[in-house]
């Protein structure tokens, strides 16, 4: 199974999963945004009747500043949101188990390994949690052992002294690149941006 493939399964993973999340967190998003968007209207209204009471260019800028504190506030509403889908995806990740973690990790590892192919023996840190799986999967490999913990959702991270290299293979950085790359999509479902 090659690197691309194993992104993309994770990448799948993901986007299933950030739909699932996102029809629960639509209906918080719109409480959220809800709740923002009375604050601001109330924020805005206020502002207007102080306005009324000043010359003209003064009631421009309190306009100015309520309609930036609404924007601000409907902005903090969203990033709060995603925020709360990103942990969702974090706990969805940490869940995996049985065959399909198994057969995760053994495919980050096996992309790692690539890495590795010219040194004799190399050290495979993961999640306190997979360290019985590690040491399985590390059975069907020579010259690779287990050698602790790392702090992360699950994956590998593969180092060797001989070659000086280290590869960060855990879920943790395919979510932050699957993350990153399709921040505004997911932005665009949960907040209905078309």
Do not use: H, P
Request: proline share 0%.
């Amino acid at each position: 199974m090659s690197l691309e493939t194993v992104v993309e399964d994770i990448r799948d993973e993901a986007r299933a999963r950030a739909e699932e999340i996102r029809e629960d967190a639509e209906a918080e998003a719109e409480e959220i945004i809800s709740e923002a968007e009375a604050d601001a209207e109330e924020t805005l209204e206020e502002a207007e009747r102080a306005a009324e009471r000043k010359v003209a260019q003064e009631r421009e800028q309190q306009l100015s500043s309520a309609k930036l504190e609404a924007k601000q506030m409907r902005l903090e509403a969203r990033r709060d949101v995603l925020e709360q889908v990103r942990e969702d995806v974090e706990s969805e990740i940490v869940a995996l188990d049985g065959d399909e973690r198994e057969e995760l990790t053994r495919a980050l590892l096996d992309a790692a390994a690539e890495e590795f192919e010219t040194v004799d023996s190399a050290v495979v840190y993961g999640r306190a949690s997979d360290e019985d799986l590690l040491e399985t999967i590390l059975a069907d490999y020579d010259g690779y052992e287990y050698a602790g913990e790392y702090d992360c959702l699950g994956g590998v991270v593969v180092e060797s002294e001989e070659s000086r290299l280290r590869v960060n293979n855990t879920f943790d950085s395919v979510l932050e690149d699957v993350w990153e790359d399709n921040l505004r999509e997911i932005s665009s479902q949960l907040f209905d941006e078309q």
